[in-house]
């Protein structure tokens, strides 16, 4: 795949999900947007449970709109932590809201254990309707001990994006 523009776009309750976009991002010289839900999802109990809950029922909860125009990308790859083996919420409302925008996909995952990548992947297919280029799920155990940069080359590689068509300007990050 010839480079030409990329977006990551990612949803992070815990931080991970952020660190391993912002890898991503950094790496591919690419922009980078998070996304907002407007439903609170605390690093506590109650917000752990909420997640679950949220993540299992299928809710689409109400997020703030992108601020990059999606269709301007030819590749968006969107970040996701997988809530009790389940797609969160608010990636699952994105996709849902966005998919006729997006042109090209690609995944990533970060999770506490191994269960529900397989069945996550498929639900962020099903929703956007579109087969990833490619995709790669990370423990937050690797995530912690940075052993996910690795997958990250891993996953670029496959990508199959021209090395010499990257840019060399500094990513940028859409502020909301």
């Known amino acids: 795949m010839a480079r030409k523009n990329i977006l990551v776009i990612y949803y992070s309750r815990s ?4 660190k391993v976009a912002e890898e991503i991002a950094q790496s591919l010289h690419c922009d980078i947007e998070e ?8 690093q506590n109990f109650w917000g752990y449970q909420r997640a679950l809950l949220h993540a299992s029922f299928k809710k689409k909860p109400e997020i703030q709109m ?10 968006v790859i969107i970040g996701s932590p997988v809530w009790g083996g389940a797609l969160s919420a608010p990636i699952r409302s994105f996709l849902d809201r966005n998919k006729d925008e997006l042109r090209n996909v690609a995944f990533f995952l970060t999770q ?5 990548r397989k ?14 280029l490619t995709t790669f799920a990370v423990t937050e155990r690797d995530v912690r001990s940075g ?7 891993e996953f670029i590689a496959s990508l199959n994006i021209e090395r010499s068509e990257a840019t060399t300007e500094v990513p940028r990050s859409i502020e909301l």
Request: glycine share 8%.
């Open 15 to 18: 931080g991970n999900t952020r």
């Open 35 to 42: 996304i907002r839900s407007r439903v609170s999802y605390p």
């Open 66 to 75: 992108v601020q990059s125009l999606l269709e301007d990308y030819d590749l």
């Open 112 to 116: 506490g254990g191994e269960f529900g």
């Open 119 to 132: 069945k996550v992947f498929t639900q962020m297919k099903e929703l956007c309707l579109k087969t990833p």
């Open 147 to 153: 052993k996910f940069k690795k997958q990250i080359a």
